[in-house]
Antibody
Framework: QVQLQESGPGLVKPSQTLSLTCTVS??????????WSWIRQHPGKGLEWIGY???????YYNPSLKSRVTISADTSKNQFSLKLSSVTAADTAVYYC??????????WGQGTMVTVSS | QSVLTQPPSVSGAPGQRVTISCTGSSSNIGAGYDVHWYQQLPGTAPKLLIFSNINRPSGVPDRFSGSKSGTSASLAITGLQAEDEADYYC????????????FGGGTKLTVL
C-alpha cells in the first residue's frame, strides 16, 4: 500500500529556510488522482494546512504562508518537497506530508519534528 | 482562532454515545463544501475517519458516523471504547481569502 515518509533537518536556525522531503512508496506521485500535501502541527496545537502540489505540477498554498512557501516534486525519485523561508520560532512544529483526494487527506506520513532555534 | 469551531473536549463512559460538533460559516460548510474527520491517537499522525461528510474509509468501524446540516457537521461515536480516546479534527474548504483547506481546532475525547 502507499506509504509516505518525511525527512529533513530537525533543527533550523531563525531566518533560514526549512527544507523537508516526502518520499512516496507503493504508488506514483504522477498519478492524476491525487494531490500531495504538507500539513503542520504546532506543539500541543491543532493542524494547519500548508499547501499541496498536483501531479500536473500546479501548486496551491495556504494564503497565510504563501509568501514563504514553495512545494515542488521530483517524479524521478517519487518525492515532493517543502521549502519554508525566513523561519522563526513560530514555525516550530511537527510537519506531516499527506496524500489528498477530493479535499481530504487519506494517507499521512508519520511526521517529523522541526525546531527553529539558534 | 480556527475557521471551524469544535468543543475543546468531550467525554463519555465506555459503551456510551458521544458527538463532536464542527461549526463553520457560509464560506465553508454552509457553502456546501464537504467535511472530513480525522482521529489522532496520542503520539501518532492523524488518520482519516470520515470523508465527504458521511463516508467511512475501509477499516473504520461503523461505530463512527458523520453528518452535516447547514453550517455545521457532527461526528458521532457509539459504543465508546477505551481505544477511542484521542483528538478528533474536522476539516473542510473555505472559499474566503483566496481559498484554503481548513481544520477545526480539535476535540479531545476522554473515555471515563
Amino acid at each position: 500500500q502507499v506509504q509516505l515518509q518525511e525527512s529533513g533537518p530537525g533543527l533550523v536556525k531563525p531566518s533560514q529556510t526549512l527544507s523537508l522531503t516526502c518520499t512516496v512508496s507503493g504508488g506514483s506521485i504522477s498519478s492524476g488522482d491525487y494531490y500531495w500535501s504538507w500539513i503542520r502541527q504546532h506543539p500541543g496545537k491543532g493542524l494547519e494546512w500548508i499547501g499541496y502540489i498536483y501531479y500536473s505540477g500546479s501548486t496551491y498554498y495556504n494564503p497565510s504562508l504563501k509568501s514563504r512557501v514553495t512545494i515542488s516534486a521530483d517524479t524521478s525519485k517519487n518525492q515532493f518537497s517543502l521549502k519554508l523561508s525566513s523561519v522563526t520560532a513560530a514555525d516550530t512544529a511537527v510537519y506531516y506530508c499527506a496524500r489528498g483526494k477530493d479535499d481530504d487527506f487519506d494517507i499521512w506520513g508519520q511526521g517529523t519534528m522541526v525546531t527553529v532555534s539558534s | 482562532q480556527s475557521v471551524l469551531t469544535q468543543p475543546p473536549s468531550v467525554s463519555g463512559a465506555p459503551g456510551q454515545r458521544v458527538t463532536i460538533s464542527c461549526t463553520g460559516s457560509s464560506s465553508n460548510i454552509g457553502a456546501g463544501y464537504d467535511v472530513h474527520w480525522y482521529q489522532q491517537l496520542p503520539g501518532t499522525a492523524p488518520k482519516l475517519l470520515i470523508f465527504s461528510n458521511i463516508n467511512r474509509p475501509s477499516g473504520v468501524p461503523d461505530r463512527f458516523s458523520g453528518s452535516k446540516s447547514g453550517t455545521s457537521a457532527s461526528l458521532a461515536i457509539t459504543g465508546l471504547q477505551a481505544e477511542d480516546e484521542a483528538d478528533y479534527y474536522c476539516q473542510s474548504y473555505d472559499s474566503s481569502l483566496s481559498g484554503s483547506l481548513v481544520f477545526g481546532g480539535g476535540t479531545k475525547l476522554t473515555v471515563l
